[in-house]
């Protein structure tokens, strides 16, 4: 049901301290007043009026005051400061003032509107993924946003739910409590057990059980509301804004240190008759022109248009930086169902204790289930149980007590009382070991019965459900009635997606609770591989695994199997402790601190508002294609911004140095308005390149600002010499080569506008050549059209303005002219030149920077490879099991030591027998000692198969082991 958008702050203007609910006295009118069918329509918008929406307000900024405050930073406050110069110390320097004008309010008003664009983009991606829950509304149960609850409505707690609003559980005697994780309110780290009658906080999360609940308080009314009210209008500022803040200040503290070398040589040696004040506006101008001024605003405009686009792939990011670190990520530790998996169970044909029906079985196994909410496992049930079960369960039983499944525990309890003699049973299904152990601890032959009858269902590939029953009350312990094999088949498209993440440098690990059989088969029909670690790496005690060799396990394995919450903890944080950017997927509430240790935390479709909570991406489309379509968003992201930092490292670098270079080695001075000029277009540029097209990284990205910063100062160091010599080399007093070129020589007014053309030219061009890692010309990898006109087409248009004009003086400084076509022409052979020589030089940095990198990693990601193709190669030819089942049964060789024994007793004096039998004797030691033998030697062969596979030998100790072997 949706609300009107009217605002808090209108239908609050009711509100008092009076309307605050203390959690510690409930209001018990409320609950009187509330019938079982939950609200009214019109109660609703009754209480609406008077509370407003179940939401605390964040506090808005002022958004006139933001754009005010962007002028008194840093870079704008210099730039006033030159506008301002520019006015009082030459009146005739009006060009420079207006430019400077235009650059300043350009610059700070899309800054601005950059800010505003990404905080819509954020509100509207918030907006997708706002949190729901059951509520009871004229008498049915309806989904709706939480913030359209009020005080008085019913709505249901169970495991994964975060608590909308500060409330009441309500229920009778016999309902189950819950547990509550309340520790990110209160601090407590212990779960607490809340029974009806007890109250429950706004923002605690439900880890186990369920119950009805009715609200007490909302919004800023609830306990840690106003708390949360004062935190709405704290700023967040994440890593890359001060990465980028501390880069846009090194580079302005560096062009402040250059600027003021420039002041003092022209101040102690001017040039012609240069005033002190137009030495001090020149040194302003050229700070500016080098300053970082566009940085921020490129940066979140890149990561906002970033955040639409994986919003557009189904992937919503709950924090911007989240898409760097999917960029990096390395390694992605994905759950089985409904992941990897259709979790779209079938039942097949289930295995029955002796004695036990069918009915019986499928019977035991509904009445454990609840229809209300049911999960994928209780709707296969519901789907294949005989219509006469169904209505025996409905009909023949009373319902007294339901504990549900949770992770812990893995199984679900339901207390009900038969009709026809009033006995109270209880009956459990879940997870098969459970259940096994549960009825058959004291019982090893009937323990190993059912752990074969599991195996031989893993090894179809089928999931495993125990089913188990205990009269209450007559002293009799559990009895198992049976196991219902499930099957729930890979998605179509799911082998094809890991192998797309493989090639991306993805190592895709599967960690999942079902059995390692199951894993395994499942692993083996993706082509991931088949090394899956089951329950034996989580034992405690003597037995548990060293942290050295878990640390090289979790490297080499392709999966897990028999996990409990904390162990998809430990593996995440291993994986960390081994230098990888780590994502996880998760669905519920047991998954939220694995997603909340992890890199990038993954909440897939459907998950609960305990998962979404704890994760950094939100997808709302199953299946992992998502992901791997988010990866390669986020890689490009990440390219774009990487390629922005180059070419702003280059811009700076190369004006600072080559001003400097100008006016203190060749002390030639050009214009401030040409200065201002160029700046402005390269602003123009580097806002362009916020939506270029980038190709897709074919290895993870990690936030290396060395690399970039060495490309470029080696860039920058190239474009500077290049325009240094063509400064030189066409200035009158120093090379004049025109006539090289059959050109007429530049007066000194011509060479200014030859020098700005070459400066155009170039960074302009330049911007082609730090786009990419590869080869600028390449046609995989071209331009956007915005950016191919700001690189090509500024030039062009801005070539005619340095051939046309006319010989004027606008403001201080030399006089600017024409400079022809000729001098146009070759000025323009020499930037393309330049931009190859450049080019050369970028390309061998990267090769020279990142060549062992990507060597390690193709060589790490081979013999990953090797090792699933030889381990599916085993699977799918059966060779692995035929060499299992070649190993003698223990059982036989104690049959023939046990025979062998016996016949050593000669049960006659007959000595012709007795020989006889001697040498039968001796054969059977033979037989013994060969079977002893080979019981060593295919142990030992298989644990190098083994070995082999996880990647803990090569071939060359695989074949050492093969030529030891006694075996033929």
């Known amino acids: 049901m949706a609300g009107s958008k009217k605002s808090n702050s209108d239908v609050g203007s009711r509100k008092s301290q009076d309307a605050v609910v203390d959690i510690g006295k409930v209001v018990k009118e409320n609950?009187?007043?509330?019938?079982?069918?939950?609200?009214?329509?019109?109660?609703?918008?009754?209480?609406?009026?008077?509370?407003?929406?179940?939401?605390?307000?964040?506090?808005?900024?002022?958004?006139?005051?933001?754009?005010?405050?962007?002028?008194?930073?840093?870079?704008?406050?210099?730039?006033?400061?030159?506008?301002?110069?520019?006015?009082?110390?030459?009146?005739?320097?009006?060009?420079?003032?207006?430019?400077?004008?235009?650059?300043?309010?350009?610059?700070?008003?899309?800054?601005?509107?950059?800010?505003?664009?990404?905080?819509?983009?954020?509100?509207?991606?918030?907006?997708?993924?706002?949190?729901?829950?059951?509520?009871?509304?004229?008498?049915?149960?309806?989904?709706?946003?939480?913030?359209?609850?009020?005080?008085?409505?019913?709505?249901?707690?169970?495991?994964?739910?975060?608590?909308?609003?500060?409330?009441?559980?309500?229920?009778?005697?016999?309902?189950?409590?819950?547990?509550?994780?309340?520790?990110?309110?209160?601090?407590?780290?212990?779960?607490?057990?809340?029974?009806?009658?007890?109250?429950?906080?706004?923002?605690?999360?439900?880890?186990?059980?369920?119950?009805?609940?009715?609200?007490?308080?909302?919004?800023?009314?609830?306990?840690?509301?106003?708390?949360?009210?004062?935190?709405?209008?704290?700023?967040?500022?994440?890593?890359?804004?001060?990465?980028?803040?501390?880069?846009?200040?090194?580079?302005?503290?560096?062009?402040?240190?250059?600027?003021?070398?420039?002041?003092?040589?022209?101040?102690?040696?001017?040039?012609?008759?240069?005033?002190?004040?137009?030495?001090?506006?020149?040194?302003?101008?050229?700070?500016?022109?080098?300053?970082?001024?566009?940085?921020?605003?490129?940066?979140?405009?890149?990561?906002?248009?970033?955040?639409?686009?994986?919003?557009?792939?189904?992937?919503?990011?709950?924090?911007?930086?989240?898409?760097?670190?999917?960029?990096?990520?390395?390694?992605?530790?994905?759950?089985?169902?409904?992941?990897?998996?259709?979790?779209?169970?079938?039942?097949?044909?289930?295995?029955?204790?002796?004695?036990?029906?069918?009915?019986?079985?499928?019977?035991?196994?509904?009445?454990?289930?609840?229809?209300?909410?049911?999960?994928?496992?209780?709707?296969?049930?519901?789907?294949?149980?005989?219509?006469?079960?169904?209505?025996?369960?409905?009909?023949?039983?009373?319902?007294?007590?339901?504990?549900?499944?949770?992770?812990?525990?893995?199984?679900?309890?339901?207390?009900?009382?038969?009709?026809?003699?009033?006995?109270?049973?209880?009956?459990?299904?879940?997870?098969?070991?459970?259940?096994?152990?549960?009825?058959?601890?004291?019982?090893?032959?009937?323990?190993?019965?059912?752990?074969?009858?599991?195996?031989?269902?893993?090894?179809?590939?089928?999931?495993?459900?125990?089913?188990?029953?205990?009269?209450?009350?007559?002293?009799?312990?559990?009895t198992m009635l049976g196991l219902i094999s499930l099957f729930d088949p890979p998605r179509h498209d799911t082998a094809e997606v890991i192998a797309a993440a493989n090639q991306l440098f993805v190592d895709v690990k599967m960690i999942t609770g079902d059995q390692q059989a199951i894993a395994i088969e499942t692993c083996a029909r993706l082509g991931m591989g088949t090394t899956i670690m089951g329950p034996e790496l989580w034992k405690t005690g003597s037995g548990k695994v060293a942290e050295s060799e878990f640390s090289k396990l979790v490297e080499d394995v392709n999966g897990f199997a028999g996990v409990y919450p904390e162990h998809k903890f430990a593996v995440v944080e291993q994986l960390q402790k081994n230098k990888h950017v780590v994502g996880m997927t998760g669905d519920g509430v047991n998954d939220a601190p694995a997603l909340k240790k992890a890199d990038v935390g993954i909440a897939v479709a459907g998950a609960t508002e305990a998962a979404k909570g704890a994760a950094d991406i939100i997808l709302s489309e199953p299946g992992l294609g998502t992901i791997v379509v988010a990866i390669r968003r986020a890689r490009k992201t990440f390219l774009r911004l990487n390629f922005y930092v180059v070419y702003r490292i280059w811009a700076s670098a190369y004006n600072y140095i080559f001003f400097l270079i100008l006016y203190v080695g060749l002390r030639f001075r050009i214009p401030a308005w040409c200065i201002v000029l160029v700046s402005l277009l390269k602003d123009i540029v580097v806002i362009s390149t916020s939506k270029d097209k980038v190709p897709v990284a074919e290895d993870p990205q990690s936030w290396n600002m060395v690399h970039p910063t060495i490309v470029a100062l080696l860039m920058a160091t190239t474009s500077v010499i290049t325009s240094i010599l063509y400064s030189y080399a066409i200035l009158p007093q120093y090379g004049n080569w025109w006539h090289n070129f059959h050109v007429a020589p530049l007066t000194e007014s011509q060479s200014v506008m030859a020098i700005f053309l070459q400066l155009v030219q170039s960074f302009c061009l330049t911007v082609l050549s730090t786009r990419s890692k590869g080869f600028f010309l390449d046609f995989k990898r071209r331009p956007s059209l915005v950016l191919l006109f700001s690189a090509i087409g500024m030039p062009i248009v801005f070539t005619f303005f340095a051939v046309y004009l006319n010989a004027v003086e606008l403001g201080s400084g030399p006089e600017a002219d024409g400079c022809g076509w000729g001098a146009a022409g070759i000025t323009w052979a020499y930037s393309i030149i330049s931009l190859f020589v450049a080019e050369g030089v970028k390309l061998g940095a990267y090769y020279a920077l990142e060549f062992d990198g990507k060597l390690r990693q193709k060589r790490k990601m081979q013999r990953r490879q090797l090792q699933k193709e030889i381990a599916a190669e085993l699977l799918r030819d059966g060779g692995l099991d035929r060499l299992l089942q070649a190993r003698p049964d223990a059982a036989d060789f104690a049959e023939v030591t046990a025979t062998s024994t016996t016949m050593k007793s000669p049960r006659d004096n007959d000595t012709d027998h007795f020989k006889e039998l001697e040498e039968h004797v001796v054969k059977l030691e033979t037989e013994v000692e060969t079977l002893r033998m080979n019981l060593k030697d295919m142990d030992a062969l298989r644990d190098g198969l083994l070995m082999f596979a996880r990647g803990q030998v090569g071939l060359d100790q695989l074949e050492t082991l093969l030529t030891k072997s006694h075996l033929e």
């Open 31 to 478: 609950v009187v007043r509330t019938g079982s069918g939950g609200l009214t329509d019109s109660e609703v918008e009754a209480k609406r009026a008077e509370f407003g929406f179940n939401e605390v307000e964040k506090k808005k900024k002022n958004i006139w005051r933001d754009l005010f405050m962007r002028y008194l930073q840093p870079i704008p406050v210099i730039m006033i400061i030159a506008i301002v110069l520019s006015a009082a110390i030459q009146p005739s320097e009006w060009l420079s003032f207006g430019l400077l004008t235009v650059e300043l309010n350009l610059l700070v008003f899309s800054a601005w509107r950059s800010e505003l664009n990404t905080n819509d983009a954020m509100s509207a991606l918030e907006d997708g993924i706002a949190p729901q829950i059951d509520v009871k509304r004229n008498g049915s149960w309806v989904r709706l946003y939480t913030r359209e609850l009020v005080p008085g409505d019913i709505f249901l707690v169970k495991g994964g739910v975060v608590a909308p609003a500060d409330a009441l559980l309500i229920g009778d005697e016999h309902e189950e409590p819950v547990k509550v994780d309340e520790s990110s309110l209160t601090g407590e780290a212990l779960l607490a057990t809340k029974h009806p009658g007890d109250s429950i906080l706004s923002g605690s999360v439900i880890k186990q059980g369920e119950l009805e609940a009715q609200v007490l308080s909302t919004g800023e009314n609830t306990m840690f509301g106003k708390s949360l009210a004062l935190l709405g209008g704290t700023d967040q500022v994440g890593r890359l804004q001060k990465l980028t803040t501390r880069l846009q200040l090194l580079i302005l503290v560096c062009g402040i240190v250059i600027g003021f070398i420039i002041f003092l040589v022209l101040l102690f040696h001017p040039l012609d008759s240069t005033s002190f004040g137009d030495t001090v506006r020149t040194v302003f101008v050229v700070v500016i022109a080098g300053a970082p001024v566009t940085l921020p605003v490129v940066v979140a405009t890149i990561l906002a248009v970033g955040a639409r686009e994986l919003a557009r792939e189904k992937a919503v990011v709950t924090r911007l930086s989240a898409i760097e670190e999917l960029a990096g990520m390395d390694v992605l530790c994905s759950d089985k169902t409904g992941t990897l998996t259709l979790n779209e169970l079938l039942v097949d044909e289930p295995w029955l204790q002796k004695g036990v029906t069918k009915d019986e079985l499928f019977e035991a196994a509904v009445l454990s289930a609840r229809k209300e909410g049911a999960e994928a496992i209780d709707l296969a049930l519901f789907g294949c149980a005989p219509e006469h079960v169904l209505d025996s369960a409905r009909n023949e039983y009373e319902a007294i007590k339901f504990v549900p499944f949770n992770p812990s525990d893995k199984k679900t309890l339901a207390t009900v009382r038969r009709k026809s003699d009033n006995a109270v049973i209880v009956f459990s299904k879940g997870s098969p070991d459970v259940i096994n152990r549960m009825c058959h601890s004291s019982n090893p032959e009937k323990l190993r019965e059912v752990e074969d009858q599991m195996i031989s269902f893993a090894a179809r590939g089928l999931r495993t459900l125990g089913v188990a029953r205990k009269f209450d009350g007559n002293g009799e312990g559990w």
